[in-house]
Nanobody, 118 residues
Framework: QVQLVESGGGLLQPGGSLRLSCTAS????????MNWYRQAPGQERDLVAT???????NYADSVKGRFTILRDNAKRTAYLQMNALKPEDTAVYFC????????????WGQGTQVTVSS
């Protein structure tokens, strides 16, 4: 079965750190751009971070300097390391894999909740 499974979400206080994981099953991520999106209640789903098949990364301005996206192709896993978390980072975080040669070949995870609150 082809799927992406996120893990690592939770509740934490402002200033804390959290690492999200996204593990693929049924396919290898080597040929896939890996992305993290997030969606807050009542808001659109926004792109947070991207890592290309070559390891090139890009970030939304709101998370630059605080979040780091990583990939481990051997483990079929992408990560989102989140530091200095703020209440406005509260959202459901989704993992997305997109084939770099065929954008129609893409998969979404089910999402994991991150809540930042004092």
């Amino acid at each position: 079965q082809v799927q992406l499974v996120e893990s690592g979400g939770g509740l934490l206080q402002p200033g804390g750190s959290l690492r999200l994981s996204c593990t693929a099953s049924g396919f290898k991520i080597n040929s896939y751009e890996m992305n993290w999106y997030r969606q807050a209640p009542g808001q659109e789903r926004d792109l947070v971070a991207t890592i290309s098949v070559f390891g090139v990364t890009n970030y939304a301005d709101s998370v630059k300097g605080r979040f780091t996206i990583l990939r481990d192709n051997a483990k079929r896993t992408a990560y989102l390391q989140m530091n200095a978390l703020k209440p406005e980072d509260t959202a459901v975080y989704f993992c997305h894999a997109k084939n770099w040669k065929d954008a129609g070949d893409n998969y979404w995870g089910q999402g994991t909740q991150v809540t930042v609150s004092s």
